[in-house]
């Protein structure tokens, strides 16, 4: 779903090395959303955009099936991914 939306940063904690915006698109609710700041070589852009509320609009537009009040189970829970093993951080030697 495509929402075109427009924003405003509200406030800047640099100390903090956060902010908050004000995200706003027709026929959806206002999000005010904290976000970080962007890091050196990210433009404002990278953030607002990785920040967005979209999905959340977007899922509010969905309908819902109400589940019943006292419902229980259990989950188990997945194995865990495997994580790929870091790269070497040695330097290799130089040939001359």
């Known amino acids: 779903m495509n929402i075109t939306y427009s924003y405003k940063v509200i406030s800047v904690d640099a ?24 890091f050196e070589g990210e433009t404002l852009e990278d953030v607002v955009r990785a920040f967005s509320p979209v999905a959340l609009w977007w899922e509010r537009s969905l309908p819902v099936v109400i589940p019943e009040v006292g419902a229980t189970g259990v989950i188990s829970p997945e194995a865990a991914p495997a994580f790929p093993t870091p790269p070497s951080t040695q330097i290799p030697h130089a040939v001359l």
């Open 15 to 38: 100390a903090a090395r956060c902010m908050e915006i004000v995200y706003e698109a027709e026929g959806h609710q206002t999000m005010h959303i904290g976000a970080r700041l962007p």
